[in-house]
C-alpha cells in the first residue's frame, strides 16, 4: 500500500487520467500518439522506480545501471577525505605552534 501512493506514480496516474479526459472526444492524431507514448514511459519509469524502492527495502541488490548507485561510497570517500586533510592540517598547525617562539624571546636571550 506504501508504493500505490508514491509521488512518481501519483504523478503519473493523475496524468493519464488528464490525459484520457483530453483526448476521449478528439480524433487520433501523431500529437495524441506521441502524448500516450509520453505518459507511458513516464509510467514505466514510476513503476519501476516503485519496484527499485522496494528491492532496495528488502535488501535485494539493486542494478548498477541507476544514476545513483555508487554516490554513497564518493560521498563517503568525499568525507574521508576532507577528514583526512582537515587531520593533517591540524596536526601541522600543532607541530608549527610548538616549534615557533615568539620573535622577542630570541632577542632577550642572544
Known amino acids: 500500500m506504501r508504493y500505490l501512493f508514491s509521488t512518481g506514480l501519483v504523478a503519473a496516474i493523475s496524468a493519464g487520467i488528464s490525459l484520457l479526459r483530453g483526448t476521449r472526444n478528439e480524433p487520433i492524431t501523431w500529437r495524441s500518439l506521441l502524448s500516450w507514448v509520453s505518459w507511458g514511459i513516464t ?31 564518493k560521498k563517503a570517500q568525499r568525507l574521508q577525505f576532507r577528514s583526512q586533510k582537515a587531520l593533517a592540517d591540524a596536526q601541522g598547525h600543532a607541530q608549527d605552534k610548538r616549534s615557533w617562539t615568539h620573535p622577542r624571546a630570541s632577542r632577550v636571550n642572544g
Open 43 to 73: 509510467m514505466a519509469l514510476a513503476v519501476g522506480a516503485v519496484v527499485d524502492m522496494r528491492r532496495e527495502r528488502h535488501g535485494v541488490p539493486v542494478g548498477r545501471r541507476l544514476p545513483t548507485v555508487g554516490e554513497e561510497s
